[in-house]
């Protein structure tokens, strides 16, 4: 199983500014199959990035992923009020599919 | 636009059995692999299995093995989810995931006495 480490836990920083969240598998990702999700408290996971780096129907281009084999990226270029949330790594390559645990983006 | 929408969640004494659908419309659905995504109560996410576009092919997480089934319907543009033996562990809102696609909204399932 493919292990997904996400960091940091917690990203604290005020709208405006330029987020970076990591995520890092344990073994190579084929194919580049990583997708990000942002959820809000009590809302559905929302796709933001597949292929690690493409963009979902209607994703703000503030958005960006990047990354290959076991490093990836997911970039907010400029924080807005509605990104604070928690935000997940999948990855799609093996079976079985994983998670990483979250990383938690909140307002400083 | 994709939509998904999820049914047969509900309350079920530990050892019972209960039976997901989902109805996917709005994408090419035999065109895409198709997952079960459960969350727990105040959890993170977790891939529970999924099922290849012709369904000949279908993977589970370690902990649902023997006890879920994972069907889909091309015909019908349907998902299945046959849950038996549930435990209190498996208690979370269970999402219908296509692959690179968005989500449904979730179908909860209580497993408790």
């Known amino acids: 199983e493919i292990v997904l480490t996400q960091s940091p836990g917690t990203l604290s920083l005020s709208p405006g500014e330029r987020a970076t969240l990591s995520c890092r598998a344990s073994?190579?990702?084929?194919?580049?199959?990583l997708a990000w999700f942002q959820q809000k408290p009590g809302q559905t996971p929302r796709l933001l990035i597949y292929g690690a780096s493409s963009r979902a129907t209607g994703i703000p281009d503030r958005f960006s992923g990047s990354g290959s084999g076991t490093d990836f990226t997911l970039t907010i270029s400029r924080l807005e009020p509605e990104d604070f949330a928690v935000y997940y790594c999948?990855?799609?390559?093996?079976?079985?599919?994983?998670f990483g645990q979250g990383t938690k983006l909140e307002i400083k | 636009e994709v939509q998904l929408v999820e049914s047969g969640g509900g309350l079920v004494q530990p050892g019972g059995s209960l039976r997901l659908s989902c109805a996917a419309s709005?994408?090419?659905?035999?065109?895409?692999?198709m997952s079960w995504v459960r969350q727990a109560p105040g959890k993170g996410l977790e891939w529970v299995a999924n099922i290849k576009k012709d369904g000949r092919e279908k993977n589970y997480v370690d902990s649902v093995k023997g006890r879920f089934t994972i069907s889909r319907d091309n015909a019908k543009n349907s998902l299945y989810l046959q849950m038996d033996s549930l435990r209190v562990e498996d208690t979370a809102v269970y999402y219908c995931a296509p692959e690179e696609l968005s989500w449904g909204q979730g179908t909860l399932v209580t497993v408790s006495s």
């Open positions: 073994q190579s990702i084929s194919r580049n199959s």
């Open positions: 999948q990855q799609y390559g093996r079976a079985p599919d994983t």
């Open positions: 709005g994408f090419t659905f035999t065109s895409y692999w």
